[in-house]
Every structure is written in C-alpha cells, then in structure tokens.
C-alpha cells in the first residue's frame, strides 16, 4: 500500500502526475492519492473579495486563517475544482478514481481547535472561531471497500470533527494519518521543490536522506515554510509505522515512480 | 491604561495599541492574561490553546 500526497501550489503538473498514478495502478500497485489546492484557494478567494490570511503558531508553523467564510471556498476549490480535476484526469486514463473529501463516511475525524495561538508582530495573541483541526481517526472500513472493489480513492480536506463541523487539516499529516492507519509501507509527499533542500531555494542542495532520528535537527536547521510541516507530517508517520516517507518534485514527468526510486529526500 | 490582574489582583500596565486577543502577562503573578475586551477594557486568565498546524 502506498499513499501518494500532491501539493496544490504553483508549478505542479497534474497531467503528469496522473499519467504516473494510471501507469502504477495499471502495474498493480495499490494507492491511495491525497491532493491539495493551496494557490487556486489563494486564487479564488481573492476573487470572491475574501482574501486569504496566514497566521504563524509560537513555534514557526504558518497556517491559513479559516473563518466559515474560507473554510467554504476551501471547500469549492478543494472539494470541487481540485478534486474533480483530479478524478477526472485519472478517469480519462482509465483509473476508477473515486473522490472523497475528510468529512465524507467520517472518513477523517478528528478535534476542531476553534481558539488558536498566534505570534503577529511579535507579539502573542488568541484568535478565535477558527475551523482547523487535526485528523485522529481514519474511517479504514470505508477505504478498504473501495480499494477491494477496485476503485482508486482521491482524498481531500477538509476533515470533520467530533460534533460534524468541516476542519480545515493539514494534506500533509492527514495523509501521514492514512498511511498509519492503513499500515502503509510508503508515503510519497510530492511538492513543487526537490525535496528538503539544505540552502533553500538552491536546488542542488538537495539532502537526500533523513534517518527518523535527525528528523528534528533538520526541520530546525534547514527546513522552510511548509516544508516544516511536511517533516512534521513524515516524522508523524514513521513513528506510526510508516516503512519510508519521500519527499519529491511533482513538477516532472513520472513524479511518483521517481520518487519511489529514491528521487528526493528519503525518511527512514 | 492599567488592568487589574483576574489571578492576584496585581496592576498590569496594558499598551495603548493592545490588541483583542492579545496576550499579556501579569509582572506580579506570571499568570498569562488575555485581552477579552479594549472598550471596556477587559482581561482574564488566557486559556490553555493549542497552536495550529492547519493547512
């Protein structure tokens, strides 16, 4: 079982990453796709005269500000536009995908925190009716009756908390939780960059391979922005059970059958 | 403008650019306070949240 997550910022080619996904589910290997939609969401909500907000935790997380007005146009984009692009895509290549949002069958469950933290300009503040969360619990009955009728799920934010609110969680750890939870030996986590790079943005500055213990160490040395929360998401993962992480570049043809060959940075 | 800590009944001094929901904390207790309300100005014990590692 591999799960394979792919970013939603700028530069992704999705035609390639589909035909990738076609050409593995093709070969038999069994995968389950996570998808994001960051920069469209950026994109429509600037439309929508809403535009997005980013706050920053005490510890150097960044995180998108969701009021229930953004929590729904993550939704249209996420749900609808990626995710239905996605499966139609994979459709088209012959897959039968099937997508899936974290609140649909309680597939991810998990707690709303409605009052966060956050550091703005220094200085210390509580922000509240927020609709984010973290995934705990995976609805593995759900994905396993898809996975033995044949049918390739497509997942997608948000989650669903305890008292059935949409929460806006984070791709990244939400696929790491799939791959828990369904004992997966391989979580792919695709993005517009090689992998972590020592000397951001220099690509050639690739570190291609993380023991789980130096997971730590190199979020705080050399990880920036989201790449931060993808280690979060890998060392998550690799506690849970998870065989290997590989962080890879969905900017290229064959982004996922790279990555599985090693192409990126390797948690193990 | 000052604040009466809700914990020790202590003066805090409060900036005059202070925020809703920002934090303080009380120079005579320690305790973590926030700001609830500017007009009137309000201040309770911060509660225990958690940060967001969201998307």
């Known amino acids: ?268 | 403008m000052n604040a009466t800590c809700p914990i020790c009944e202590g003066e805090v001094e409060i900036a005059a650019d202070v925020m809703a929901g920002e934090l303080v904390e009380c120079p005579d207790c320690g305790s973590e306070l926030e700001i609830t309300s500017i007009d009137p100005l309000t201040v309770e014990e911060a509660p225990e949240v958690e940060e967001d590692w969201g998307e």
């Not at chain 1, 589909?18 to 960051?38: E, F, N, P, T, Y």
């Not at chain 1, 220094?122 to 994905?143: H, M, P, Q, S, Y």
């Open chain 1, 1 to 268: 079982m591999i799960v394979v997550k792919v970013g939603g910022s700028e530069g992704i080619d999705y035609d390639a990453f589909c035909a990738d996904i076609a050409q593995l589910v093709k070969a038999g290997k069994q995968l389950i796709v996570v998808h994001g939609g960051s920069s469209q969401t950026n994109a429509v909500a600037e439309a929508l005269g809403h535009p997005p907000q980013f706050v920053t935790s005490p510890s150097g997380y960044t995180s998108r500000l969701t009021d229930r007005k953004t929590l729904e146009i993550f939704e249209m984009v996420y749900c609808g536009k990626m995710n239905k692009m996605i499966v139609e895509k994979l459709q088209a290549l012959g897959v039968n995908a099937v997508g899936l949002s974290g609140i649909d069958g309680g597939l991810w469950r998990g707690k709303r925190k409605s009052a966060i933290r956050v550091v703005e300009n220094g200085r210390k503040r509580i922000i509240r009716n927020n609709f984010t969360g973290k995934v705990e619990a995976v609805n593995t009955d759900l994905l396993t009756m898809l996975l033995e009728g044949g049918y390739v799920p497509v997942l997608t934010p948000p989650a669903i908390s305890y008292e059935n609110e949409a929460i806006n969680v984070d791709g990244d750890r939400a696929a790491g939780a799939t791959a828990i939870a369904l004992k997966a030996n391989t979580l792919v986590i695709l993005s517009n960059v090689p992998g972590v790079l020592k000397n951001f943005p220099d690509e050639e500055s690739l570190i291609t391979d993380v023991p789980s213990s130096q997971i730590d160490h190199v979020s705080e040395h050399y990880a920036e922005g989201r790449m931060r929360i993808k280690l979060l998401g890998s060392k998550e993962a690799i506690e849970g059970g998870v065989g290997r992480v590989i962080l890879g570049d969905a900017r290229q043809a064959d982004c996922v059958s790279t990555a599985l060959a090693g192409k990126g940075t390797t948690i193990s």
